[in-house]
């Protein structure tokens, strides 16, 4: 009787046995389908290509800033507010013979520079008071600029001592850059997709969908030194297209 209760124990750990490593088998099977599984998508998810999109144009300037920095010197303070003022009137009689609008001509106060205030003896200049003042033309006239110019020397003439430097330089800008960034941007975009088409058929992919898109900042440059009416125009786009078979 002892034995037959032995033996039916034993049989009940082997049939335990048995199911249990069955279900480890199938855990196993299944566990090694999902690492399968998890595996391919992560190659998948790694299958990208980064790319770059380029725009340009070149676009004409339809803003001038033309500064007029001229200097005068007297010893006296009444002698220097007329000399500012006939500086000031010549160089409007000038712009406007040229046809540029009067409200589109502003002059800054004078910087008035006592120059017996630090200096004596044989040092001090002949005139004891300078002044600099600016008139600065603001105008959307940039051909008519451009051709006068030239004719600046009519003002040397007339006294108009003119001080040109880098700190007044004339200016051309483009101030229609809203007006055309939806198009530079699509042809940014577009020009990223070519490159990525080629990627893709060089590795025998083809193009997914965007995971990542940024977009450079728009850079307006001079063409060259000699002509900054002309503007560059350019923008650069970075995207991250997926990659299928």
Not at 7 to 13: K, L, M, Q
Not at 84 to 103: K, M, P, T, V, Y
Not at 166 to 183: C, R, S
């Amino acid at each position: 009787m002892a034995i037959m209760i032995r033996n039916s124990r034993n049989a009940v750990v082997l049939a335990s046995a048995i199911v249990l490593g069955g279900l480890l088998a199938v855990g196993l099977v299944g566990g090694g389908s999902y690492i399968k599984q998890a595996a391919e998508v992560w190659q998948q998810s790694s299958r990208n290509v980064t790319v770059r999109g380029l725009a340009e144009r070149e676009v004409a300037a339809d803003l001038v800033l033309w500064p007029f920095n001229y200097s005068v010197s007297a010893n006296s303070l009444s002698d220097l507010e007329e000399q500012l003022s006939n500086n000031d009137q010549a160089i409007r009689r000038f712009l406007e013979a040229q046809g540029f609008a009067s409200e589109h001509i502003t002059t800054t106060p004078p910087r008035i520079t006592d120059q017996f205030s630090n200096l004596y003896g044989g040092q001090r200049p002949d005139e004891r008071y300078r002044a600099e003042a600016t008139l600065l033309l603001r105008s959307p006239d940039v051909e008519g600029v451009m051709q006068a110019i030239p004719s600046t020397t009519s003002l040397v003439r007339q006294g108009v001592l003119l001080s040109p430097s880098y700190e007044y330089q004339t200016e051309f800008l483009f101030t229609g850059l809203d007006a055309i960034k939806p198009e530079m941007i699509a042809e940014a975009t577009a020009d990223a997709r070519n490159a990525a088409q080629q990627f893709a058929e060089d590795s025998g992919s083809q193009v997914g969908q965007i995971h990542q898109a940024t977009q450079g900042y728009f850079s307006i440059e001079d063409l060259d030194s000699y002509t900054p009416n002309i503007k560059r125009v350019r923008v650069v786009t970075t995207i991250d297209y997926a990659l299928k078979d």
